[in-house]
């Protein structure tokens, strides 16, 4: 394993920009990166963030040739995901003649498999990767959840690097760290993020480091030393206002706001025209910039 993914407490769960057309915006991508990379926030791409199940497969190929050609610090993570394996090995195979530092795999969408299926997906996918793997439990968006014990009997798989838990609850976020106690978790959810970190989280996989990514690192690295209270009651609006509607629609706009990319186009059938008021998201964007030129580390 890379031992450098152990010091990465903050996954930022990257946008794919696109400009007007729909044309993946690469340069604005490389920008994207470069400010994650100032932060010292890892890199995820082409996760439900990015976007990835909207994107064809050589605009997947171009966002992986294009992250992993960047002279950067922190390491790129690739998201693996759909619900045929052979594709999915096949996509794994591609990404590795471009060195990514670690894949993120999904439970399968759709099929909704039990126990058996689970283990055999990932111990396929796990098999043909050659890098450190997160395995990603979020049942809201792949109608099942990550059984407790898959995640047991695939904890001594030797690419096994961590879980990300965005089921939402407490209960089994404890339930998976007393299945697998060796395995790193991290929260896939922003806003729990603070009660994860009680219960001994590694970090987060975060949506909103996208607009946020130094307040955002900052954020974690609180919650991490146990300052939550604070936090909980200060970033809740601001966390909700990334949340409003679909991901990522809040998050491209909020970017395009901000001027660091051109244009909030989003592939279909997600469409920024379901947010079309921003005054919450400018909001929210002065209360954090505020918060973090009074928390930031001098």
Not at 20 to 36: F, P, R, S, V, W
Not at 38 to 50: M, P, Q
Not at 231 to 238: A, C, D, S, V
Request: hydrophobic share 40%.
């Amino acid at each position: 394993m890379d031992t450098n993914l152990n010091d990465i407490k903050l996954w930022t769960a990257l946008v794919t920009p696109m400009k007007e057309n729909g044309d993946l915006d690469l340069e604005d991508l490389a920008t994207l990166i470069h400010k994650q990379d100032e932060a010292g926030n890892g890199v995820l791409i082409l996760g439900s963030t990015g976007e990835g199940l909207a994107l064809g497969l050589e605009d997947k190929q171009q966002v992986v040739n294009t992250a992993t050609s960047l002279n950067v610090d922190v390491p790129i993570m690739v998201g693996v995901g759909g619900f045929n394996l052979r594709e999915q090995i096949e996509w794994i195979e591609y990404c590795h003649e471009f060195n990514p530092d670690a894949f993120l795999m999904v439970t399968p969408l759709y099929a909704k498999p039990e126990l058996r299926g689970q283990i055999e997906w990932f111990r396929a996918l796990m098999d043909a990767a050659d890098k450190p793997c997160m395995l990603y439990n979020v049942p809201s968006r792949t109608g099942s959840w990550l059984e407790k014990e898959a995640l047991k009997e695939l904890s001594e798989h030797p690419n096994l690097y961590a879980l990300k838990e965005a089921g939402g609850s407490i209960a089994h976020f404890q339930e998976y760290r007393m299945a697998a106690p060796d395995i790193p978790l991290y929260s896939g959810d922003d806003g729990l993020t603070p009660y994860f970190s009680l219960n001994g989280c590694r970090g987060l996989v975060s949506v909103m480091a996208n607009v946020w990514p130094k307040a955002a690192h900052r954020y974690v690295e609180l919650c991490i030393e146990g300052c939550t209270k604070d936090l909980i009651t200060y970033w809740k609006e601001p966390i909700a206002s990334i949340f409003s509607v679909s991901n990522p629609i809040p998050s491209k706009v909020l970017l395009k706001e901000k001027g660091w990319i051109k244009s909030s186009t989003l592939r279909p059938p997600l469409t920024d025209k379901d947010l079309e008021d921003t005054e919450r998201l400018l909001k929210a964007d002065e209360s954090i910039t505020k918060w973090y030129e009074e928390n930031k580390v001098q």
